[in-house]
T-cell receptor, first 112, second 114 residues
Framework: ELKVEQNPLFLSMQEGKNYTIYCNYS?????LYWYRQDPGKSLESLFV?????AVKQEGRLMASLDTKARLSTLHITAAVHDLSATYFC????????????FGTGTRLTIIP | GAGVSQSPSNKVTEKGKDVELRCDPI?????LYWYRQSLGQGLEFLIY????????KSGLPSDRFSAERTGGSVSTLTIQRTQQEDSAVYLC????????????FGPGTRLTVT
């Protein structure tokens, strides 16, 4: 059974700083997803990482996947207030059944 | 195009009543998923449909929960004899091979059992 651990659970950081959210998973999963959730809203897809060494960037966010270490990271560069949200990683396996196993989420608060 | 829609957006029901939650996936998406998000359990998978078939029902928490999908499109999640622990946000997502199996989530139904 796939288990996904995410840390930290809470992250409070100042604007302009850099930080990384970590996502470890327990078994073979070469499909890793990052989602953003704003309070009271649904999940917004950020990144889909499909292979070892995959790196994707969008604005101040960059996600990477290391399938050998069973680790994905979401790096935030020069944080701005708009990035305050809860971020989830999720693992999936079995093409054709992409049920997702989610991490606990990281609640990110950017302080001016 | 239109995204995934769910109805109702909020539902308050009394313990013991039955409820039905509806999901309209993105047109053409063959796969449909139900998840539940609650404070105590986080985000949990409930059931997966491919077309009208449900090859994976492993996440349904009890036999009070059931779901169906018709016409390869709309899905209904039914909870019978609701309990307070069923209170949660129920999220629906859909995907297709064309979308690279990326799942697109609906806005959710917030269910409160009193």
């Amino acid at each position: 059974e796939l288990k996904v651990e995410q840390n930290p659970l809470f992250l409070s950081m100042q604007e302009g700083k850099n930080y990384t959210i970590y996502c470890n998973y327990s078994t073979t999963s070469d499909r890793l997803y990052w989602y953003r959730q704003d309070p009271g809203k649904s999940l917004e897809s950020l990144f889909v990482l499909l292979s070892n060494g995959a790196v994707k960037q969008e604005g101040r966010l960059m996600a990477s996947l290391d399938t050998k270490a069973r680790l994905s990271t979401l790096h935030i560069t020069a944080a701005v207030h708009d990035l305050s949200a809860t971020y989830f990683c999720a693992g999936g396996f079995d093409f054709g059944n992409e049920k997702l196993t989610f991490g606990t989420g990281t609640r990110l608060t950017i302080i001016p | 195009g239109a995204g995934v829609s769910q109805s109702p957006s909020n539902k308050v029901t009394e313990k013991g009543k039955d409820v039905e939650l509806r999901c309209d996936p993105i047109s053409g998406h063959t796969a449909l998923y139900w998840y539940r998000q609650s404070l105590g359990q986080g985000l949990e998978f409930l059931i997966y449909f491919q077309g009208n078939s449900a090859p994976d029902k492993s996440g349904l928490p009890s036999d009070r929960f059931s779901a169906e999908r018709t016409g390869g499109s709309v899905s209904t999640l039914t909870i019978q004899r609701t309990q307070q622990e069923d209170s949660a946000v129920y999220l629906c997502a859909s995907s297709s091979q064309r979308s690279g199996y990326e799942q697109y989530f609906g806005p959710g139904t917030r269910l409160t059992v009193t």
